[in-house]
């Protein structure tokens, strides 16, 4: 402020003494104080601020509420009978419990498939197709209990022995049919001997 100010605020307050001494604070109750300010606030009014605040956070969860639906298609994801029917569907194998099981199965596949061939190098692989789909279908049903832990050391076995039983279904016809055409053979041997051509 400027001296020339100063001095004329000096001379009114100076001036006009007896006024400021004259009038005196009113009793203060401390308790009505409030209540006065109460009455005339009115209604309270909300702060814009925690409106945003509140519409934002509702924004938010609409926000992530779309981007889940979008992301995580229904369509996609298989309903519970599917997922139980995969399930009972999964191959478990003896080589999947230990790898002496692994060496059985692979030594009972290699001969079985080895039997097979021969078979039907011979002509005779639609012979015991159906007796081998039976112990094809009593093989696939045991893998399924095995996936289901039904007590695995009998399963195991079962499975063994249905290997055994294919191979010595197999080894049966291949001997069969070995002695069948060993027989022929001989026969025909015997029958050129007999009838000896001369010219």
Same mark, same amino acid.
């Given at each position: 402020m400027r001296e020339q100010d100063k001095d004329h605020l000096r001379d009114f307050v100076n001036e006009h003494r007896a006024e400021f001494d004259d009038v005196t604070p009113p009793s203060l109750? $401390?308790?009505q104080m409030g209540k006065d300010q109460q009455e005339d606030q009115g209604p309270?009014?909300?702060p814009i601020t925690w409106l945003y605040r509140v519409a934002a956070v $509702?924004?938010?969860i609409l926000g992530l509420g779309a981007i889940?639906?979008?992301?995580?298609?229904?369509a996609e994801q298989p309903d519970v009978a599917e997922v139980e029917e995969q399930e009972e569907q999964r191959d478990f194998s003896l080589s999947e419990l230990s790898p002496e099981m692994a060496e059985i199965e692979e030594y009972y596949s290699n001969e079985l498939s080895t039997k097979q061939k021969e078979l039907e190098a011979l002509g005779y692989g639609d012979a015991i197709s159906e007796e081998l789909t039976l112990l094809d279908e009593e093989f696939n049903a045991l893998k399924n209990e095995l996936g289901e832990n039904v007590d695995n050391h009998l399963i195991v076995n079962e499975m063994v022995k249905n290997y055994k039983l294919k191979l010595d279904l197999l080894e049966s016809v291949?001997?069969?049919?070995?002695e069948n055409y060993d027989d022929k053979n001989l026969t025909n041997l015997?029958?050129?001997?007999?009838?000896t051509i001369y010219y």
């Amino acid at each position: 402020m400027r001296e020339q100010d100063k001095d004329h605020l000096r001379d009114f307050v100076n001036e006009h003494r007896a006024e400021f001494d004259d009038v005196t604070p009113p009793s203060l109750d $401390f308790s009505q104080m409030g209540k006065d300010q109460q009455e005339d606030q009115g209604p309270k009014m909300i702060p814009i601020t925690w409106l945003y605040r509140v519409a934002a956070v $509702f924004v938010m969860i609409l926000g992530l509420g779309a981007i889940w639906l979008l992301t995580n298609d229904p369509a996609e994801q298989p309903d519970v009978a599917e997922v139980e029917e995969q399930e009972e569907q999964r191959d478990f194998s003896l080589s999947e419990l230990s790898p002496e099981m692994a060496e059985i199965e692979e030594y009972y596949s290699n001969e079985l498939s080895t039997k097979q061939k021969e078979l039907e190098a011979l002509g005779y692989g639609d012979a015991i197709s159906e007796e081998l789909t039976l112990l094809d279908e009593e093989f696939n049903a045991l893998k399924n209990e095995l996936g289901e832990n039904v007590d695995n050391h009998l399963i195991v076995n079962e499975m063994v022995k249905n290997y055994k039983l294919k191979l010595d279904l197999l080894e049966s016809v291949l001997m069969d049919l070995q002695e069948n055409y060993d027989d022929k053979n001989l026969t025909n041997l015997e029958d050129d001997e007999n009838y000896t051509i001369y010219y």
